[in-house]
Nanobody
Framework: QVQLVESGGGLVQAGGSLRLSCAASGRTSRSYDMGWFRQAPGKEREFVAAISWSGINTYYTDSVKGRFTISRDNAKNTVYLQMSSLKPEDTALYYC?????????????????WGQGTQVTVSS
């Protein structure tokens, strides 16, 4: 069983940057595609980005393309989400998760392990 722990969230002004980290332990996610999701208050959880197990392939939802970058360091069992040019609408609880579906996978039900989330708040 894998445990995922997100960190790096915080309060930032619009236009600022944050880097989220997702550390895996236990039965690690080294051979799995990984994803980031977010959930704002009163809204459904939405897909943000995914990265293939090798790190070669990445995939983003349209609203973050050009602003967010997903990466991974398999030696450290860690996945990252670099967020730049942040907007107030990016405010949400951000989760990392392990994919069990085919690439690229946006459906949350195809992810079988989740972290507890890290809060990102962007002020205007």
């Amino acid at each position: 069983q894998v445990q995922l722990v997100e960190s790096g969230g915080g309060l930032v002004q619009a236009g600022g940057s944050l880097r989220l980290s997702c550390a895996a332990s236990g039965r690690t996610s080294r051979s799995y595609d990984m994803g980031w999701f977010r959930q704002a208050p009163g809204k459904e959880r939405e897909f943000v980005a995914a990265i293939s197990w090798s790190g070669i392939n990445t995939y983003y939802t349209d609203s973050v393309k050009g602003r967010f970058t997903i990466s991974r360091d398999n030696a450290k069992n860690t996945v990252y989400l670099q967020m730049s040019s942040l907007k107030p609408e990016d405010t949400a609880l951000y989760y990392c998760a392990r994919s069990r579906g085919i690439w690229p996978q946006e459906a949350s039900q195809m992810y079988d392990a989740w972290g507890q989330g890290t809060q990102v708040t962007v002020s205007s």
